[in-house]
Antibody
Framework: EVQLLESGGGLVQPGGSLRLSCAAS????????MAWVRHTAGKGLEWVSSIADNGGRMYYPDSVKGRFTMSRDNSENTLYLQMDSLRPEDTAVYYC??????????????WGQGTLVTVSS | DVVMTQSPLSLPVTLGQPASISCRSSQSLVHSDGNTYLNWFQQRPGQSPRRLIYKVSSRDSGVPDRFSGSGSGTDFTLKISRVEAEDAGVYYC?????????FGQGTKLEIK
């Protein structure tokens, strides 16, 4: 059974940083593209980042480019999201998601339970 | 970015009756590889989203066959042949053709 367990969420002030982690199990982690998707009350579901199976390519939307950095450790089956220069509009539930072996085009086929990030003074 | 527009945003349905959700994209979702990456997700209250349909009409394992997807180009539909109580929740379409991938705003299905 695929399991994705996020951690690292919490309350942070605007301009601050936070690092999310996602421990993956139940599948061959190194063979799959992975991603982070967030859910906000105002904008609904939004892709935050996507990373290739070998970690060689990352993709970000303009809303987080230059502030968020996604990475993975295939030896530890762990996904990371480093979030810097956080803004109130980054407040959301962040989901770690598993996607396909050749890309994320078909969307997430498995989702974690989500971790809440609140950016507020 | 591709804008995904769902309708209706609220859908009250009687148990056993059919339901249909429309999703329109601001540009064609036909990818250069020939596939059309239009996917559907269900989010039940208190749960994480779950994928139901990928590439327009392929149903995920474990998804009841009362769920079906159809469409092409920019117009897509999710249909539920006979709504059951467990189908209550929010449904999202998502395009995976043009980065950054985008979701529709969601359709809340409630049981009357």
């Amino acid at each position: 059974e695929v399991q994705l367990l996020e951690s690292g969420g919490g309350l942070v002030q605007p301009g601050g940083s936070l690092r999310l982690s996602c421990a993956a199990s139940g599948f061959t982690f190194r063979r799959y593209f992975m991603a982070w998707v967030r859910h906000t009350a105002g904008k609904g579901l939004e892709w935050v980042s996507s990373i290739a199976d070998n970690g060689g390519r990352m993709y970000y939307p303009d809303s987080v480019k230059g502030r968020f950095t996604m990475s993975r450790d295939n030896s530890e089956n762990t996904l990371y999201l480093q979030m810097d220069s956080l803004r109130p509009e980054d407040t959301a539930v962040y989901y770690c998601v598993k996607t396909g072996m050749s890309g994320s085009h078909s969307g997430p086929d498995n989702w974690g339970q989500g971790t809440l990030v609140t950016v507020s003074s | 970015d591709v804008v995904m527009t769902q309708s209706p945003l609220s859908l009250p349905v009687t148990l056993g009756q059919p339901a249909s959700i429309s999703c329109r994209s601001s540009q064609s979702l036909v990818h250069s590889d020939g596939n059309t990456y239009l996917n559907w997700f269900q989010q039940r209250p208190g749960q994480s989203p779950r994928r139901l349909i990928y590439k327009v009409s392929s149903r995920d394992s474990g998804v009841p066959d009362r769920f079906s997807g159809s469409g092409s180009g920019t117009d897509f539909t999710l249909k539920i042949s006979r709504v059951e109580a467990e189908d209550a929740g929010v449904y999202y379409c998502m395009e995976g053709t043009v980065w950054p991938f985008t979701f529709g705003q969601g359709t809340k299905l409630e049981i009357k």
